[in-house]
């Protein structure tokens, strides 16, 4: 799959870039079909609680996969589910311990939607890095929020994910207020700030070069449930970890 110009030449040039939903909904080819997305959406109403957030917080929920890819091979093979672990220096607040997250159910793993978005992150972190045999995690995020209980969807704060590439996909935002992108250098000064608002908006890092975090989360109408869903891709150069 062909990453798109514009946005390679902002990561070039920045070292991130924004994709309108739209856009990214045409370059997954069917797997940006409505119907194809319809059920990749709804897979996040079944995430499980994450029960490894060292604040005590339990306002998000998550599942994860794994998938290995090999130069001049398309495509990525799905790994054995296994522990997601971040060194301390990248995660202050959860790293330094293996979390066993609930597996990615077999069908969204292996869905049109998934596999398009996989392709596209993976030839942006070739346009960046070159071809290598590539780590990659896939992370479904749901952080939920309640009156006076915010969620915080990077509660370790703006960082570092300790990888080459990292591709952020809105899936949906429900009843919610905050929840900006920010992205800054490692000296601190903020580079960019906005909302990934619509289905699919997603912003690609060029990781070794910048952080990234995002506000806290709060509903728009403290009544009615609220939650902000995402999912993250991450590509490191090499094996899966021993």
Same mark, same amino acid.
């Given at each position: 799959?062909?990453?798109? !110009?514009?946005? &390679? *030449?902002?990561?070039? #040039? ?7 939903? =739209?856009? +990214? $909904? ?7 079909? !409505?119907?194809? &997305? *319809?059920?990749?959406? #709804? ?7 994450? =029960?490894? +957030? $060292? ?188």
């Amino acid at each position: 799959m062909t990453a798109p !110009a514009g946005p &390679l *030449a902002d990561l070039a #040039a920045r070292g991130f870039a924004r994709i309108p939903g =739209a856009q +990214m $909904a045409s370059l997954m080819a069917e797997g940006g079909r !409505a119907d194809a &997305l *319809a059920s990749f959406f #709804a897979s996040w109403n079944r995430l499980e609680t994450d =029960a490894f +957030m $060292a604040d005590g917080g339990r306002y998000r929920r998550r599942r994860i996969a794994n998938f290995a890819a090999e130069p001049g091979v398309p495509g990525h093979r799905r790994g054995p589910h296994r522990p997601h672990f971040q060194a301390v220096v990248h995660n202050t607040l959860n790293g330094g311990v293996d979390r066993w997250f609930a597996p990615m159910e077999d069908a969204v793993a292996a869905s049109p939607a998934m596999v398009a978005l996989l392709g596209l992150g993976r030839s942006m972190a070739e346009a960046l890095h070159g071809p290598h045999p590539w780590f990659v995690e896939a992370h479904q995020f749901r952080i939920e929020a309640a009156a006076g209980a915010p969620g915080f969807p990077t509660p370790e704060g703006v960082h570092h994910d300790g990888v080459d590439c990292v591709l952020i996909a809105m899936i949906a935002r429900t009843n919610l207020a905050g929840g900006e992108t920010v992205i800054e250098d490692d000296a601190g000064a903020r580079l960019a700030q906005f909302v990934l608002s619509d289905p699919l908006d997603t912003a690609v890092l060029d990781d070794p070069r910048v952080r990234h975090g995002v506000t806290p989360v709060a509903p728009a109408d403290p009544a009615l449930p609220s939650c902000r869903d995402v999912l993250v891709l991450t590509w490191k150069r090499g094996a899966p970890p021993a």
